[in-house]
């Protein structure tokens, strides 16, 4: 992909997901510098008076006409990356590289899940979040400190067979623990403004919304 395009922080995608109605990423979207929309999640746009500038994808989801679009038309008909990869993929080949994913998941089970695993594939190139409208979702290995409020729930969830993983500042802590793909991670409880997770492997972190 040739770089012909510099976007304006923060950059916000939207997909064709649930739409955003919790204060915290419809304010995402209001703040945002540039909007990119997977050709599906463009249509979710118009009807809350926004208007994206970038559009991204093999365009067989939008009702949308490039003739009646103004901003940038990427058509990528590619069958073996889904939109939001191809949109990802973009973001990154125009430097692009910090972003916040919104209205990416809900609405079908099986693309929730297969965008989990795009976020998980994508936090290794670039600063990416999900928002949606109960939590904030993050893709971590390593070591990393993260912002909360006391009585935050937390989950923790285990995309591979984890070697090690050790927290601080959460109400059931781990200690240098083997922790597998189950849902013992779930409900966790923040105790404070920050806890700390260090891991050998990848996992979700889901820190949800207060209200």
């Given at each position: 992909m040739n770089k012909f395009f510099t976007g304006k922080n923060p950059?916000?995608?939207?997909?064709?997901?649930?739409?955003?109605?919790?204060?915290?990423?419809?304010?995402?979207?209001?703040?945002?510098?540039?909007?990119?929309?997977?050709?599906?999640g463009a249509d979710q746009?118009?009807?809350?008076?926004?208007?994206?500038?970038?559009?991204?994808?093999?365009?067989?989801?939008?009702?949308?006409?490039?003739?009646?679009?103004?901003?940038l038309w990427i058509s990528s008909p590619d069958q073996n990356r889904t939109d939001l990869?191809?949109?990802l993929d973009w973001c990154i080949a125009n430097d692009l590289t910090e972003v916040t994913v919104l209205g990416i998941m809900g609405k079908?089970?099986?693309?929730?899940?297969?965008?989990?695993?795009?976020?998980?594939?994508?936090?290794?190139k670039m600063n990416i979040q999900f928002i949606t409208n109960y939590a904030v979702i993050y893709c971590i290995q390593g070591k990393k400190t993260i912002?909360?409020?006391?009585?935050?729930?937390?989950s923790i969830v285990a995309i591979e067979n984890i070697q090690s993983i050790s927290t601080v500042g959460l109400k059931?802590?781990?200690?240098?623990?083997n922790f597998l793909p189950t849902c013992n991670g779930i409900?966790?409880?923040?105790?404070?403004?920050?806890?700390?997770?260090?891991t050998t492997e990848p996992i979700w972190l889901f820190i949800n919304h207060l209200k």
């Open positions: 950059v916000v995608v939207v997909g064709n997901g649930e739409f955003p109605t919790h204060t915290i990423p419809l304010n995402h979207l209001k703040n945002a510098g540039t909007i990119i929309c997977t050709d599906g746009l118009s009807p809350h008076n926004f208007t994206p500038d970038i559009i991204v994808g093999d365009m067989d989801s939008t009702k949308l006409k490039i003739e009646n679009f103004k901003g990869q191809k949109t079908r089970e099986d693309h929730s899940l297969g965008n989990l695993h795009v976020l998980a594939e994508f936090s290794q912002s909360s409020v006391a009585g935050q729930q937390i059931y802590e781990l200690k240098n623990e409900s966790n409880e923040a105790i404070g403004e920050i806890f700390i997770i260090e």
